[in-house]
């Protein structure tokens, strides 16, 4: 099975945010995404609400749940208590965690999944007391599959910044799939699925899925959100789930 993708529609709210004006709607733009085949929606609430707010996240699930029952919804952060009752309020179907400061501009390495397992630990079981399919944000590592797996999570996902990085470098570019590559096997040897997000294109995504075929899901925002300036967000969506083999 290809890979399914979901719209990360941060960079939507951003845009909006610099206005304070309600265009571009994100539940809009996210109900163009899904009527077009997208596999569900992302969002990565900040505390300082630069780009999601916490008023999108109930009417994104509403959204899902009155339009597109099929589809799903993945909130991600850093597990702070808030966040943790943001997502306990609003029950996404997935939720993924990242090691982020909140001042970080995004999202740019994976758990220490050995080193921080004191923190993962408790927060992944009362995730999964609460129904929740839970991912970790990961890099490319296969020694620290184990430990990702021990933390009791269902998935990782894939940092894949390094290798978006590479699209002017192809030796570079195979070096970081190859990485990426093995990272999957030995996730997928610990009983975890893989999703990848970061810097993922049309370009570079079937070159990922062809080295990484087992792969669960893609979760792509910024270039996604770029390309709808051209092509629109319904031509934009046919393009990367071409490009994700569908």
């Not at 070159?207 to 934009?236: C, F, N, Y």
């Amino acid at each position: 099975m290809p890979a399914k993708l979901s719209v990360n529609v941060n960079a939507i709210a951003m845009l909006r945010n610099r206005r304070d004006l309600p265009w571009p709607s994100v539940t809009g733009l996210g109900r163009i995404a899904l009527a077009a085949g997208a596999h569900g929606l992302t969002v990565h609430p900040r505390p300082d609400q630069r780009h999601i707010r916490f008023s999108d996240v109930p009417e994104i699930r509403a959204l899902i749940d009155d339009e597109f029952p099929k589809a799903e919804f993945n909130i991600e952060g850093y597990p702070t208590e808030d966040f943790l009752e943001l997502v306990e309020k609003h029950q996404p179907e997935q939720v993924t965690l990242v090691p982020d400061d909140p001042s970080q501009a995004t999202s740019d390495h994976g758990w220490d999944f050995a080193g921080q397992a004191g923190l993962l630990k408790p927060v992944v079981a009362r995730l999964k007391k609460g129904g929740f399919r839970v991912s970790l944000f990961s890099d490319a590592e296969p020694a620290g599959m184990s430990a990702a797996r021990d933390t009791g999570a269902d998935r990782i996902e894939l940092f894949t910044g390094p290798y978006g990085a590479c699209f002017d470098d192809k030796a570079k570019a195979a070096r970081e799939l190859e990485k990426l590559a093995k990272t999957a096997e030995a996730a997928l040897a610990a009983g975890l699925a893989v999703n990848a997000g970061h810097d993922l294109v049309v370009d570079n995504l079937p070159q990922l899925m062809k080295h990484i075929p087992t792969l669960a899901e893609v979760s792509i925002g910024h270039g996604l959100t770029a390309d709808a300036l051209e092509h629109g967000m319904a031509g934009t969506i046919r393009r990367y789930l071409k490009a994700c083999g569908w």
